[in-house]
């Protein structure tokens, strides 16, 4: 006889193994309400009804009509998993193509062993680039804007400030701003990461008995004005060194507040001196320790190039603004061109034979690595040398891609984030991961088409996603009043 189970009055999940077998035998099933569910990310490859047990985890889903038991559990609904990088125009879409090559086999892998997915999201301001002519408290509220467009508009887990200009801000300020209004999602700055990698890239080189190390810092002119990156690279020097170690910075902007000695991390006041009495003074102290020069540069006009803010400016003038131009054949009636490189160049002097790594410290300029390496190329510092194994240039997207994602990635498998999958599923389809691109301006402005077509190019360029990745210009962020 088959024992009778009160169904109305004992949970299945309170049942044996043997209990659920009698019922089973006995067709008698308890079938779990299920609920419509209005939010399904993707109507066409995502079952339309939804159960949600709050106090068991994340809701899972089930097919129309079909019963949910224990033997038969509804399967789990993928978390999806936002990552945004905010920019003033297309660099951060530059970085985010470079991250994209070096995290997705590590979200693939966590997407075949748990209920995950990916998206890769840019978002450009177009409509207010550049930033890096703009006084502080402006980058500060343009800034917010864009977190809170990524946080609240677009579901985002992780925010990278993937411009270098809006990481030089108040950063007590930025930091509890985002406390107090998106509390819920990571946010990260991509100066102090750069400077480390920056650093260890840069090789000491013996001159006369002492030890040098050259290190090339590109940025925009509000980056520079900051003085923060010589003073993170004065940081890992006196980490690496100790308190007696001399950082020396060289820049194109005179800024009263960015020193030109520091002494381990503490800079030295100006010495009324010559530069190069004080120079030889630290060189001859150098025998014990090297000196990091740091040759910090701003070019005035290459973002606004790239984002069209130039009218009538084509890809040759950009070139040219670059690397300067030469006359090319008898009867060239163009004017001599002086090239920001070539004004770089002078700037170093004598020490440019000696730099070994350059720091592209805006995620524009990626976009000109190979005019910058060209003109590096033409030296006759370099002509006998192999460029690439002597000068490291340290791309931020992949330390974006290494320090920041795929670690936060790692800490919300640690933290149980995403369910685990009932075995590994290796043949996961593409759209585990999709990348797209938000620019913020209006249809028809020229400048905003210039971001979204250059965005498009790099993502053309970035790999086998370029063909599902979804483009497209979005009217401005709301301006954060003051009061926000």
């Given at each position: 006889?088959?024992?009778?189970i009160p169904?109305?009055?004992?949970?299945s999940r309170?049942l044996?193994?043997s209990?659920?077998?009698?019922?089973?035998?006995?067709?008698?099933?308890?079938?779990?309400?299920?609920v419509?569910?209005?939010?399904?990310?993707?109507?066409?490859?995502?079952?339309?009804?939804?159960?949600?047990?709050f106090?068991?985890?994340?809701?899972v889903v089930?097919?129309p009509?079909r019963?949910?038991?224990?033997?038969?559990?509804?399967p789990?609904?993928?978390k999806?998993?936002v990552?945004?990088?905010?920019?003033?125009g297309?660099?951060?879409?530059a970085a985010?193509?470079?991250?994209v090559k070096?995290?997705?086999?590590e979200?693939?892998?966590i997407?075949?062993e748990?209920?995950a997915?990916?998206k890769?999201?840019?978002?450009g301001?177009a409509?207010n680039?550049?930033f890096?002519?703009k006084p502080?408290?402006e980058?500060?509220k343009?800034t917010k804007g864009?977190?809170?467009?990524?946080?609240?508009?677009?579901?985002a887990?992780?925010i990278v400030?993937?411009?270098n200009?809006?990481s030089t801000t108040?950063g007590?300020?930025?930091?509890?701003?985002i406390n107090g209004?998106?509390?819920g999602t990571e946010?990260?700055e991509?100066i102090k990461p750069t400077?480390?990698e920056l650093?260890?890239?840069?090789?000491s080189?013996?001159?006369?008995?002492?030890?040098?190390?050259?290190?090339?810092v590109?940025?925009?002119?509000?980056?520079t004005k900051?003085?923060?990156?010589p003073?993170?690279?004065?940081v890992?020097?006196?980490k690496?060194h100790?308190?007696?170690?001399?950082?020396?910075?060289?820049?194109?902007?005179d800024v009263?507040t960015?020193?030109?000695v520091?002494q381990?991390?503490?800079?030295?006041?100006?010495?009324?001196?010559?530069?190069t009495?004080?120079?030889?003074?630290?060189r001859?102290r150098?025998?014990?320790y090297?000196?990091l020069?740091?040759?910090?540069?701003?070019?005035?006009?290459w973002v606004?190039l790239?984002?069209?803010?130039?009218?009538d400016?084509?890809?040759?003038d950009l070139?040219?603004e670059?690397?300067?131009n030469a006359?090319t054949?008898?009867?060239?009636?163009r004017p001599?061109?002086?090239?920001d490189?070539q004004?770089?160049?002078i700037?170093?002097?004598?020490?440019?034979g000696?730099?070994?790594?350059?720091?592209?410290c805006c995620?524009?300029y990626p976009i000109?690595?190979?005019?910058?390496?060209?003109?590096f190329s033409e030296?006759?510092?370099f002509?006998?040398?192999?460029?690439?194994?002597?000068v490291?240039v340290?791309?931020q997207g992949?330390?974006?891609?290494e320090q920041m994602i795929i670690?936060r990635l790692?800490?919300a498998v640690?933290?149980g984030?995403?369910?685990?999958?009932?075995?590994?599923?290796w043949?996961?389809p593409?759209?585990f991961?999709?990348?797209?691109?938000?620019?913020?301006?209006?249809?028809?402005?020229?400048?905003?088409?210039q971001?979204l077509k250059?965005?498009?190019e790099?993502?053309r360029?970035?790999?086998?996603?370029?063909?599902?990745t979804n483009?497209t210009?979005?009217p401005?962020?709301?301006?954060v009043?003051?009061?926000?």
């Amino acid at each position: 006889m088959v024992a009778r189970i009160p169904l109305m009055t004992v949970s299945s999940r309170l049942l044996t193994t043997s209990q659920r077998a009698i019922l089973a035998m006995s067709g008698i099933v308890r079938q779990m309400s299920v609920v419509k569910s209005p939010t399904l990310l993707n109507s066409k490859s995502v079952p339309t009804f939804l159960t949600r047990n709050f106090a068991s985890g994340p809701p899972v889903v089930s097919y129309p009509g079909r019963p949910i038991t224990d033997a038969n559990p509804a399967p789990i609904a993928d978390k999806e998993f936002v990552v945004v990088n905010v920019d003033s125009g297309a660099g951060g879409a530059a970085a985010q193509s470079d991250e994209v090559k070096y995290v997705q086999n590590e979200m693939r892998a966590i997407s075949s062993e748990y209920h995950a997915k990916f998206k890769m999201l840019h978002i450009g301001d177009a409509y207010n680039a550049p930033f890096g002519g703009k006084p502080v408290p402006e980058i500060l509220k343009l800034t917010k804007g864009l977190l809170r467009e990524g946080a609240k508009t677009y579901g985002a887990d992780l925010i990278v400030i993937a411009c270098n200009t809006a990481s030089t801000t108040d950063g007590a300020n930025l930091r509890g701003w985002i406390n107090g209004n998106i509390p819920g999602t990571e946010v990260f700055e991509i100066i102090k990461p750069t400077a480390k990698e920056l650093y260890l890239k840069g090789d000491s080189v013996d001159v006369g008995g002492s030890k040098e190390i050259h290190i090339a810092v590109l940025s925009t002119p509000a980056t520079t004005k900051s003085g923060l990156y010589p003073l993170e690279l004065a940081v890992n020097h006196y980490k690496t060194h100790g308190s007696d170690c001399i950082t020396v910075v060289r820049s194109n902007i005179d800024v009263p507040t960015l020193p030109r000695v520091y002494q381990g991390q503490l800079p030295i006041e100006r010495d009324s001196r010559e530069e190069t009495v004080l120079l030889q003074q630290v060189r001859e102290r150098s025998s014990l320790y090297p000196v990091l020069f740091v040759h910090a540069y701003a070019p005035p006009d290459w973002v606004s190039l790239l984002e069209g803010k130039v009218p009538d400016k084509t890809e040759v003038d950009l070139k040219e603004e670059v690397m300067g131009n030469a006359k090319t054949y008898v009867g060239d009636q163009r004017p001599r061109k002086q090239g920001d490189m070539q004004k770089f160049f002078i700037q170093i002097g004598a020490d440019l034979g000696k730099v070994t790594a350059i720091g592209l410290c805006c995620t524009h300029y990626p976009i000109l690595e190979k005019y910058i390496l060209d003109a590096f190329s033409e030296r006759d510092e370099f002509r006998d040398v192999n460029l690439t194994e002597n000068v490291k240039v340290v791309p931020q997207g992949k330390i974006i891609a290494e320090q920041m994602i795929i670690r936060r990635l790692q800490n919300a498998v640690s933290n149980g984030v995403f369910t685990r999958r009932d075995k590994i599923d290796w043949t996961r389809p593409a759209y585990f991961l999709q990348q797209e691109s938000r620019t913020t301006g209006y249809v028809g402005d020229p400048s905003s088409e210039q971001s979204l077509k250059v965005v498009k190019e790099i993502f053309r360029r970035g790999g086998p996603l370029s063909e599902k990745t979804n483009c497209t210009i979005v009217p401005p962020h709301r301006p954060v009043g003051d009061d926000e």
